[in-house]
């Protein structure tokens, strides 16, 4: 009868317990937003992009990527990274300096990483491309991309 009514016992401590954490959990939520602003940001026409070409945009410090499936792809250097972000689209025998691995169609960083085209690592990075959500809009004709930028508050 002692084992049954302690078992009763922990068994009603363990719902009080999970209870209280999961009620703490939601009002530590509530009370502590998190300090991330989702903007979105207007690219353009979608008909201004090509497969196979790169666009930076540099007041707000990112890629686009025209895929070769079709699809467009947005890529960023991690922000808590304190290296700069470059692309290197032809091969041209002066910049052995800041692009030493002499390969085309590349993204590399002057922190040692180097990505292909579509954003993939090679195996000596550090740290990946973030990858930003590109949505299109689509309204009679016109086919508008939306790039969504995080930022924090």
């Not at 910049?95 to 960083?109: A, C, H, M, T, Y």
């Not at 195996?123 to 930028?149: A, C, H, R, W, Y």
């Amino acid at each position: 009868m002692a084992v049954k009514n302690n078992s009763q016992s922990f068994s009603l401590i363990m719902i009080i317990v999970v209870t209280s954490l999961g009620l703490y959990a939601v009002l530590h939520g509530y009370f502590n937003p998190p300090n991330l602003q989702i903007e979105d940001y207007d690219v353009g026409y979608l008909s201004n992009y090509k497969i196979g070409e790169v666009y930076y945009f540099e007041d707000v410090d990112f890629y686009l990527v025209g895929m070769k499936d079709g699809n467009l792809r947005a890529l960023m250097h991690p922000a808590n990274q304190n290296c700069n972000l470059f692309f290197n689209a032809k091969k041209n025998a002066k910049d052995r300096k800041i692009n030493p691995f002499s390969l085309n169609e590349i993204f590399f960083d002057d922190c040692n990483n180097i990505w292909d085209m579509n954003g993939n690592s090679f195996s000596s990075n550090k740290v990946p491309l973030k990858t930003l959500f590109v949505k299109i809009k689509t309204s009679g004709k016109d086919s508008k991309v939306i790039v969504e930028l995080m930022k924090s508050k």
